[in-house]
């Protein structure tokens, strides 16, 4: 079985325990205001040109280039066709590290349960090598893909970006009712969550006492993430020749300290 993906980052340290390989999957059913990889959302190859890494050398005016010939790395194709089989083989390159750090592989995107039946496949080839897994979701997909994937789930890294409806639909352009509905279900068979929350000043920061009451009720969260929000990604939206929507106002060191303090003193839970 082939999936599609369109990133896949080693020895990353923010997406579970330990050092892990984070895989992103090309799909998105949301449109983030403040997204941060625009090139996973639609679920088609997408072709960016990074004008400032240009050298000049002309190998984009031969008939036979391909973006990933471009020796400045300035012209890339997002979104690769690969299997299950040939995944595996790179991410076991890396297991040493897994097993010495408490660590593993994270599936990402995009959404990766969009395409739930690959990622089905690649957690238990994983959990049959002995590899600790985590999906990180938006949650904005049937149950019947999350219970594709649960019996192979260690932890899900699962997104809460607004609780009142019409501020998720403003920052998200979709309803957030599938989403809560999916983790309270995540919490009656016991799956071990991460809450993870972005926070972008103006969109959602007043939406930290709501998620916190939210989870409260709530006995399988092992912590909760907060995820300040940053603008590097204006690059990535003029090299796909997209307008930018990201916010300009990032926050303050204390704004996230305070809303931190907020979550714990709501919830009890360890706060990142």
């Avoid at 994937?149 to 920052?171: G, Q, S």
């Avoid at 000043?201 to 709501?210: R, T, Y």
């Amino acid at each position: 079985m082939n999936g599609f993906i369109f990133d896949l980052k080693r020895f990353s340290v923010h997406d579970g325990d330990g050092i892990r390989t984070t895989v992103f999957f090309k799909g998105c059913p949301l449109a983030c205001v403040w997204c941060h990889n625009p090139e996973g959302i639609p679920y088609t190859a997408t072709d960016a040109f990074y004008q400032h890494k240009c050298i000049g050398c002309g190998e984009c005016l031969r008939a036979d280039f391909a973006p990933g010939n471009c020796l400045g790395g300035a012209r890339i194709r997002y979104g690769e066709h690969i299997s299950s089989i040939e995944l595996l083989k790179i991410l076991l390159e890396d297991k040493d590290f897994y097993d010495t750090t408490g660590g593993g592989v994270t599936l990402s995107g995009g959404e990766c349960l969009m395409q739930a039946d690959f990622c089905r496949e690649i957690l238990k080839l994983l959990k049959d090598n002995g590899i600790s897994t985590a999906v990180d979701t938006s949650g904005l997909v049937s149950r019947k893909e999350f219970e594709k994937v649960i019996p192979y789930t260690d932890i899900f890294l699962y997104d809460i970006k607004a609780y009142d409806e019409d501020v998720h639909i403003r920052c998200t352009g979709a309803s957030n009712k599938i989403i809560i509905e999916n983790l309270r279900y995540l919490d009656e068979i016991g799956k071990k969550t991460e809450i993870r929350i972005p926070y972008v000043p103006g969109l959602n920061d007043g939406q930290i006492p709501k998620i916190a009451h939210l989870i409260k009720g709530l006995s399988c969260i092992v912590r909760v993430r907060v995820l300040p929000y940053h603008n590097y990604a204006e690059s990535k939206y003029e090299a796909l020749g997209l307008k930018s929507t990201l916010p300009k106002k990032i926050p303050q060191k204390g704004d996230i300290q305070n809303a931190k303090k907020i979550i714990k003193s709501i919830t009890g839970l360890d706060v990142i």
